[in-house]
């Protein structure tokens, strides 16, 4: 077979790639490369360079160093069994590839992930390898994601941390049974295990530079993970248990999910239909109401229905308050914050609104209206000056008056 | 105003308005190129304040935003501006109001002029360029909606510090040749380069970090507007993404995992389904399918590796030399072969035909990953409390992976449904053997089968 050239190799290694969920190049420290010799900065947000027709933003440029693989991971398109081209980069040519998007303002950086080739060992080797390159031989000050191999020995991990803005080991599935029949390869208690590590030397590297200003940064990004949601029988009840005791153990900053695509040359065992994005888009909901609306992980699995999983046609904190009537309505002139914040149309900002503007005033419904993008949607559940919800939430029906017309939501919904 | 984007002017300039009590309807703001008021014919020299005149107090809120406001491409921003100065005078929490008409059209004006700035930001392409001195020079084309141009220098400095560039825009350029930024007039889409070589293989990156199965064109177009596209070399690319996406994610989903349909509910429809199936090459060989035997209900499944030669002339499992020895091991330990559902884990015969003979092959990991679709349909049906695994291939069958059976023989493997998995070696492999050897692996062979005899007899207590 002849080699493949630079734009064969992008091609496969970046479709590849194409399944993973993480693009954010934000909350890093900030950084510029004035007074260095290379290029890069880093400014707290991250930027989306382009979007894709998927609605997913391109911030970084995402590939793997290779899609050879001696594992066999039925929901990995790059399985060991599985009939896909393969390609490999060096280290140096994605390094170069990165310099040359990144100067064309194109991306923010890199997100590297690899196959596992000959040992866990050598491919952390090759991802520290590329990430040594540009960080030393280019001195490139841009963001840079590291995808870490459990497998691999602790020290190569740690070195990943010093180069990279955030480094992701993935979960891959919600539960130990469906990790054991989809990736037989892989041992939770290793995924964990090198979790927990990376979570030590962050802490440890954040509680060094407060001590000592020249202290190295580790993964100033923090650690981020992803599970596949559909590829098993894990309920979203499941999925959530998982998340929020990921983020209590290991002080994640993010986990992502990504709905179960098709992929091609998919294995027998995988379920043939994709689930819904919607379920996807509802994880990462139930995801904000425990990051950012005070729900504990037993509340929002509380909003799932009987087998477990969230509803589809209304969002998580809607779902919670019909199951929960009892607490409200809540009057928006007098509830403490936390309370505001469990009213199904009331985000953080209009909260934050709420409160500012009731130190000037009494709020009537109108005032409300203002600050939400649907009364409708909250009316049944405040009161306000001019307003009381007299039986809205006594009201059986109340689901489907507030649950949004059916409709087609993508062009090729399963 | 000096210029357009000048706020520091305008700021001096409307304090001592204030402090001379010029009411907002008696000031003209007019910046260079624009043909001012028609009613401008007062004076352009500043008024003096009146004496005793109070500070001129303005929130930080209303200063935030009218730093971003005054950039603003809206010839009227800076007398918009000026009347809300005006009114804080009297009403020092003005911007509190949401309601107020002028805050809310101040706030969007802010707004807009970040998320320009963002856009800038995200969105201008440079295209290298080599100058005289051979030196690599990057030039980008962008056409910003309001004057940011020269606020957003620094970010571009900090960024490409060590890089010789320019940006040019219809609002007036920059250049930066790695110590000292200099700004010159509106240049033309025409004074960009055209193409860079490195455009070939970002429009490949973006084509292939596509993912067709999740189609959300509105997504895209909220954050990257069309407006935008035609200076983005990806841009061209999107029709065409778009129009396939379908195609290739039935490709996908086609080359992936054949056909929806659910598992068979019975033997009988599993039967006759693995006669139709041709999922892997082995299913289009010149052989029959071999479907599993014994009691629908029976409590053990005994999974072989595949059909041989007389099983796939007869049609039952295991009849051949290798049933032979299963079923001599079976009557030795005093197993009954009647009580077990005897099965493969690969229903068809894979061989090579030699001559006249049928010489056979293993099946590789993908057709047993394949045919493990209707293996688990039969254990659905008959759901054995232990399931004796004869082989490697059968092994995988069961667990996914590639196992060893010396490692794993001898202790129980838990599997999902509740039920126990027991590895052992292949009778197949016993025939292959010679003299102590084969007599050290058969008495391995009978002890497993004794070992799954005893759990039996414990599981049924």
Redesign the interface.
């Known amino acids: 077979m002849p080699a493949l050239d630079t734009i064969q190799k992008l091609e496969i290694l970046a479709d590849a790639a194409k399944y993973d969920a993480s693009c954010a190049s934000s909350g890093t420290a900030k950084r510029n490369s004035k007074g260095g010799k290379g290029i890069g900065s880093t400014e707290g947000m991250g930027i989306c360079h382009a979007y894709a027709p998927d609605g997913r933003c391109i911030s970084l440029l995402k590939i793997l160093l290779t899609n050879h693989c001696i594992f066999d991971c039925h929901y990995c398109v790059n399985r060991k069994s599985s009939n896909v081209r393969r390609a490999r980069f060096t280290p140096q040519e994605v390094a170069d590839l990165t310099l040359t998007f990144y100067r064309r303002n194109y991306i923010e950086g890199l997100f590297l992930s690899s196959g596992i080739i000959k040992s866990g060992n050598h491919t952390m080797e090759m991802l520290v390898e590329t990430a040594r390159i540009l960080r030393e031989d280019h001195d490139f000050r841009g963001y840079i994601h590291l995808k870490t191999i459990p497998e691999a020995d602790p020290e190569l991990v740690h070195q990943a941390g010093l180069f990279a803005d955030r480094v992701s080991i993935n979960v891959e599935l919600p539960t130990d049974s469906g990790l054991t029949r989809l990736a037989p390869d892989k041992n939770a208690r290793q995924i964990e295990g090198a979790m927990g590590g990376m979570k030590s030397a962050i802490v440890q590297a954040k509680d060094e530079r407060k001590r000592f200003r020249n202290a190295p940064r580790f993964a100033p990004g923090g650690q981020s993970t992803q599970m596949i949601v559909g590829a098993d029988a894990a309920s979203d009840a499941d999925i959530v248990g998982k998340a929020s005791r990921l983020y209590d153990n290991f002080g994640l900053r993010r986990v992502y999910y990504s709905a179960f695509s098709p992929i091609p040359d998919a294995s027998a065992v995988l379920p043939l239909k994709r689930p819904p994005l919607m379920r996807e888009h509802r994880l990462y909901q139930s995801d904000w109401l425990m990051r950012f609306y005070g729900f504990a992980p037993r509340e929002v699995m509380q909003a799932t229905e009987a087998d477990g999983n969230l509803p589809l046609d209304i969002d998580p904190k809607l779902a919670w308050a019909l199951k929960f009537r009892d607490a409200f309505p809540v009057d928006v002139n007098r509830a403490p914050k936390e309370k505001l914040l469990r009213v199904p149309g009331l985000g953080t900002k209009a909260v934050g609104q709420i409160l500012a503007s009731r130190r000037h005033r009494s709020l009537r419904l109108d005032d409300v209206a203002k600050l939400t993008v649907s009364i409708a949607k909250v009316r049944p559940f405040i009161c306000t000056l001019d307003w009381r919800p007299t039986m809205l939430t006594d009201r059986t029906d109340l689901r489907s008056l507030l649950a949004p017309k059916q409709e087609q939501l993508e062009l090729f919904a399963a | 105003m000096p210029e357009p984007d000048d706020f520091a002017f305008w700021r001096d300039a409307a304090r001592q308005l204030v402090q001379a009590r010029i009411a907002p309807d008696q000031v003209a703001w007019s910046e260079p190129g624009s043909s001012g008021s028609l009613f401008a014919i007062g004076s352009t020299e500043l008024p003096s304040p009146l004496p005793g005149a109070a500070v001129v107090k303005a929130s930080k809120r209303f200063q935030s935003l009218a730093r971003n406001a005054a950039v603003h491409s809206d010839p009227e921003r800076f007398a918009l501006l000026y009347e809300m100065l005006w009114r804080l005078q009297g009403n020092s ?1 003005l911007m ?1 109001d ?2 107020d008409p002028l805050v809310r059209r101040i706030e969007e004006m802010d707004k807009a002029v970040r998320r320009d700035a ?1 856009k800038m ?8 360029v080599s100058d005289e001195d051979a030196n690599d020079h ?1 030039v ?1 084309w962008f056409e910003p909606d309001h004057h940011i141009v020269r606020r957003e220098a620094g ?1 571009f ?7 010789h560039w320019s940006i040019l825009t219809p609002r007036g350029c920059l250049h930066w040749d790695g110590e000292t930024l200099r700004e010159s007039g509106p240049a033309q889409k025409a004074d960009a380069p055209q193409g ?1 070589p ?1 455009e ?3 429009r ?17 177009l909220k ?2 507007p069309r407006k935008y596209w035609k200076n ?1 070399p ?1 841009a061209e690319l ?1 029709p065409q ?2 129009a396939g ?2 195609k290739r ?1 039935s ?3 086609d ?7 659910d598992r068979p509910e019975s033997l009988e429809a599993i039967e006759r389904a693995i006669s139709a199936c041709s ?1 892997c090459p082995i299913g289009d060989l010149d052989n029959k399918a071999v479907m599993g035997e014994g009691p629908p209900d029976a409590r053990l499944m005994i999974v072989g590796e595949q059909p041989g030669d007389v099983e796939d002339q007869q049609g039952r499992p295991f009849v051949g030399p290798a049933g032979q020895v299963l079923n001599a091991a079976l009557e030795k330990i005093g197993l009954d072969r009647e009580v077990a559902f005897v099965t493969n884990a690969v229903k068809h015969f894979k061989y090579q035909q030699r001559g006249k003979r049928r010489i056979h092959q293993s099946p ?3 057709e047993i ?5 209707w293996h ?1 349909a039969e254990r659905e049906i008959v759901k054995p409390d232990i399931v004796l695994a004869l082989g490697a291939s059968a092994g995988r069958a069961m ?4 196992v060893s059976i010396s490692r794993q023989r001898g202790e129980p493997i838990a599997l ?1 449904d509740g039920s126990e998995l027991w590895i052992t070696a292949h009778p197949s492999y016993l025939l292959r053997l010679d003299g102590e050897a084969r007599e050290k692996q058969v008495q391995l062979f009978e002890q497993d089968l004794r070992s799954v005899k005893e759990r039996l007899a414990a599981l049924a207590d």
């Open positions: 929490r509190e949401k309601a963002h930001h995200a969105f201008v392409r440079f295209r290298k990057y980008a970010f400095v900090r960024r490409f510090a060590n890089m860079d490195a070939d293989l970002w490949s990156y973006y084509a292939s970090i596509f993912n067709p199965a999740r189609l959300k064109i509105g997504a895209m954050e990257m983005m990806e999107i993404l778009i996406a379908q994610e490709q996908m989903v080359a992936g995992s054949m056909v929806a349909e999922r590789n990991a993908k990953d394949l045919c493990r679709w688990e667990l996914g992976r590639t999902d």
